[in-house]
């Protein structure tokens, strides 16, 4: 019975190895240069540790929100490309739906200035 359980320890324990082994060459045999640059706010558009109550701009995240949206939606063309010959005529069709929907969007979301930073 017990038997049955080994791939799953086995996945848990390469996993985990996966996962610790780099980080603990890294820590062990990485350089331990830090400077200013390295240790600065890396894209979030702010100071991190300042006061919680400061005003900060809203475009940022509507930016990255907008990047992740379109992103996922393009990632939709890798399935369809593998299987365009199976799916045929109504596959080109769905996905030409799609990506016009989409180029919609896109427009909608250039025109109303949201891409722009200032």
Same mark, same amino acid.
């Given at each position: !019975? *017990? @038997? #049955? =359980? &080994?791939p799953i320890l086995l996945f848990i324990l390469v996993g985990l190895a996966v996962g610790v082994?780099? +980080?603990v060459l890294g820590a062990l045999l990485g350089p331990h240069r830090p400077d200013p640059e390295k240790n600065s706010? =890396? #894209?979030?558009?702010f100071e991190a540790f300042e006061d919680a109550r400061m005003k900060f701009d809203v475009r940022y =995240? *509507?930016?990255a929100i907008l990047f992740i949206l379109f992103d996922l939606e393009? @990632? &939709?063309l890798f399935p369809? @490309? @593998?299987v365009l010959g199976e799916i045929g005529l109504f596959g080109f +069709?769905? !996905?030409m739906v799609f990506l016009a929907i989409l180029v919609v969007g896109f427009v909608y979301e250039w025109k109303k200035g949201a *891409? #722009?930073? #200032?």
């Open positions: !019975m *017990l @038997a #049955e =359980y &080994f082994i780099p +980080v706010p =890396y #894209e979030c558009g =995240y *509507l930016v393009i @990632a &939709f369809w @490309a @593998a +069709v769905s !996905m *891409l #722009e930073w #200032e």
